[in-house]
């Protein structure tokens, strides 16, 4: 089991105050889950983190009686995520070919059934989110971040690309001239222009504050029935999400070929070198 499994923490923060072991941590509060991201230093999305988020996914879809999942870091700096662990993507030295799909098709196919969850869901968002740990918490239905958030799509930094349907589901939360701006030039926005532009939809003092909010919203929005969200939901995404699983093996190839060009596989090396000369703070 996960630790914390139905037991009522003494105030909301603990859920994510906790340093686990594991680098999810599950922990369902009546018609709340709270999934605790905590692979330190940074929470980088390689396959370790995916493996367990995609299992968390499908276990609070699994239990009876949830209708909300938040999702936030525990990590002990002030970081939600630095993004995919740029190792992944490093074709013919840190990773295979064979490595590389297992992990695109793991977490695009986690980021379409969260984008797609009939269940709320929340983004509990400390400090810094960059790139796949931006667009993680995009998929989710709503974005609360503490005030010195930093969030954004930041690929082309690196010279990537930002995925085509990772584009599309960046329109559906800002205007399109912002999509542009944000996903083009590797903008970072800080919390105020963040919210300021529908990027993320509440900002709160610190930390301590990011659960209570996520628990006022959660209880606001869950005295309504589920049937008729869920619905909507569905009418809302369902087609883009069918249309987005059926490009991801296509895409698979596309990134694949992406990586192995020669400017883009120097500029991955690069990234990579610059991070064992720092503390690892890597933005992908």
């Given at each position: 089991?996960h630790?914390g ?16 072991r594991?680098p ?14 905590a692979?330190?230093p940074?929470?980088l999305?390689?396959r370790?983190l995916?493996?367990?988020l995609r299992?968390?996914?499908d276990?609070?879809?699994?239990t ?11 990590l002990?700096?002030?970081l939600?995520s630095?993004?995919f662990?740029?190792n992944?993507l ?6 295979t070919?064979?490595s ?7 977490a695009?196919?986690?980021f379409?059934?969260l984008y ?17 740990g931006c667009?993680?918490?995009?998929c989710?239905d709503?974005?609360?971040a503490?005030q010195?958030?930093?969030?954004g799509?930041?690929?082309v ?17 800002v ?5 542009e701006?944000?996903?083009?030039t590797?903008h970072?926005?800080?919390?105020e222009?963040?919210?300021r532009?529908g ?8 930390e301590?504050?990011l659960?209570?909010a ?9 005295r309504h029935?589920?049937m008729?969200?869920?619905l ?6 369902g087609d883009?999400?069918?249309r987005?699983?059926a ?7 596309i990134?694949?070929?992406n990586?192995?060009?020669k400017?883009?596989s120097?500029n ?5 070198a ?7 703070s890597?933005?992908?």
């Amino acid at each position: 089991g996960h630790a914390g499994d139905g037991a009522e923490p003494a105030t909301a923060t603990v859920a994510c105050a906790m340093t686990a072991r594991d680098p999810v941590v599950v922990e369902v509060r009546g018609e709340v889950a709270i999934v605790n991201m905590a692979q330190e230093p940074v929470n980088l999305m390689g396959r370790s983190l995916l493996r367990p988020l995609r299992a968390a996914l499908d276990r609070v879809h699994s239990t009876k009686g949830v209708r909300c999942v938040v999702f936030c870091s525990g990590l002990k700096q002030n970081l939600f995520s630095a993004g995919f662990d740029v190792n992944e993507l490093r074709v013919g030295r840190s990773a295979t070919t064979e490595s590389f799909k297992e992990f695109w098709h793991l977490a695009n196919n986690f980021f379409a059934d969260l984008y797609n969850s009939p269940l709320i869901t929340i983004s509990a968002i400390k400090g810094k989110c960059f790139a796949g740990g931006c667009f993680m918490s995009l998929c989710c239905d709503f974005r609360i971040a503490t005030q010195d958030a930093v969030l954004g799509l930041n690929e082309v930094q690196i010279g990537l690309p930002v995925p085509k349907m990772w584009l599309e589901v960046l329109d559906s939360r800002v205007t399109r001239r912002e999509t542009e701006r944000l996903a083009m030039t590797a903008h970072m926005p800080k919390a105020e222009e963040a919210l300021r532009i529908g990027l993320i939809d509440k900002i709160v003092l610190d930390e301590s504050e990011l659960l209570p909010a996520a628990d006022a919203l959660s209880m606001r929005l869950l005295r309504h029935p589920d049937m008729g969200r869920v619905l909507t939901k569905k009418a809302l995404r369902g087609d883009m999400v069918e249309r987005w699983k059926a490009f991801i093996p296509e895409e698979t190839e596309i990134v694949l070929g992406n990586t192995q060009s020669k400017l883009i596989s120097s500029n991955l090396d690069r990234v990579v070198a610059a991070l064992g000369r720092r503390k690892p703070s890597a933005k992908l």
